[in-house]
């Protein structure tokens, strides 16, 4: 018997709008997905991986190095093999029929980043469906780097929100974003001068938005840290957010304290 079922939702995006007119090729990093998911298993937590359409998630190619290891050749070996081979990671669901079976069985949902989500999560009805389940719960929802965007698709019109906000239309973008279930929260997601450095030297092209100004548009509390690509998490009631693929560690090991701390005898 484990702990609880913690619910894993990655992209299936392959790639990502850039301006003028092209597309960056994207995915969902490593280290993000495999750190947090690792530790969940360890703290005697099953995980289950779901995606829009129930395939596995591509990691971005970026991601696939020791250098998001903090160079430790070992971890890095140990990430591939437990994405390449661990039973969890190989048996992927589709978001809807995971709705579909019930929500209440898991404890916890977890969303990794890479620019991804960006393309899909932000904007997809299933994921919006999870996030308003745990956040009218109260469940640990944690998400990490880009993966905080994710957080709008709880709102009701998260598509309309998402091409105003592309089209540059910003009050437009506010006013889809009324009665958003996060509004308020304090949040971190991954920042605009880091994203300049990724747009500068992954997609060598710039995306119609930034992270942290999309989720300021839509009402969130949001702030980075001072350092760039140093680790930062933020916490605000169920919601623990971390800003970039260093917070990587802080926050698996965050969310597994809001979850134990969740089934605790009251």
Known sequence: MTKGKVLVIGSNATRIEVQGGGWGATGQYLNETVVPAMALIDADYEIVLATPDGTKPHIDATSDSA?????DEAAYRRAKSFYAEHPAMNAPRKLREVIAEGLDIYVG??????HAPIADLMQDRDMGEVLRHFHESAKPTALLCHGPIAVVAAMPRAREFRAALI???VETA???AKGWQYAGYRMTVFSASEETVAENQILHAKLY???PFALTAAGGDVSVGSVDFAP????????ITGQNPRSDHPIAAAFVAALDRSLAPT
């Open 67 to 71: 250098a998001h290891f903090d160079s």
């Open 109 to 114: 949902v977890f969303v990794p980043g890479g």
């Open 167 to 169: 089209a540059g239309a």
């Open 174 to 176: 506010r006013k889809w």
């Open 209 to 211: 938005f930034d992270m």
């Open 232 to 239: 930062h998490v933020v916490i605000d009631r169920e919601l």
